[in-house]
């Protein structure tokens, strides 16, 4: 079972910064996409970001300009750098892999959507 792992979130003042990671660790083919999701209280899910295994990307509108996702496909880690933060990106924010496992030659070879836990981002004066 594959676990993704985030860290950067926080508390910011409006139109500061913050640097979201997620590590995927466990047994892993391939990894496409990488992507973020929020979720804001009261709120569905929605996405922010996606980032295939060839670097094509994919914004939501509201994060266009200001948040810039990366992936470092060697480390299966990917990044979100979010700028010019406003209160409405107050949200928990979710890794998300769709994780390639096993031989992609045999049965064994299976697909799957994975979650990160989830981590704060606050913005706030």
């Known amino acids: 079972q594959v676990q993704l792992v985030e860290s950067g979130g926080g508390l910011v003042q409006p139109g500061g910064s913050l640097r979201l990671s997620c590590a995927a660790s466990g047994s892993i083919f391939s990894i496409n996409p990488m992507g973020w999701y929020r979720q804001a209280p009261g709120k569905e899910r929605e996405l922010v970001a996606t980032?295939?295994?060839?670097?094509?990307?994919n914004y939501a509108d509201s994060v266009k300009g200001r948040f810039a996702i990366s992936r470092d496909n060697a480390k299966n880690k990917v990044y979100l750098q979010m700028n010019a933060l406003k209160p409405e990106d107050t949200a928990v924010y979710y890794c998300?892999?769709?994780?390639?496992?096993?031989?992609?030659?045999?049965?064994?070879?299976?697909?799957?959507?994975?979650w990160g836990q989830g981590t704060q981002v606050t913005i706030s004066s």
């Open positions: 980032i295939t295994i060839g670097d094509r990307t």
């Open positions: 998300y892999a769709r994780i390639s496992t096993g031989n992609p030659l045999s049965v064994t070879f299976v697909t799957y959507d994975s």
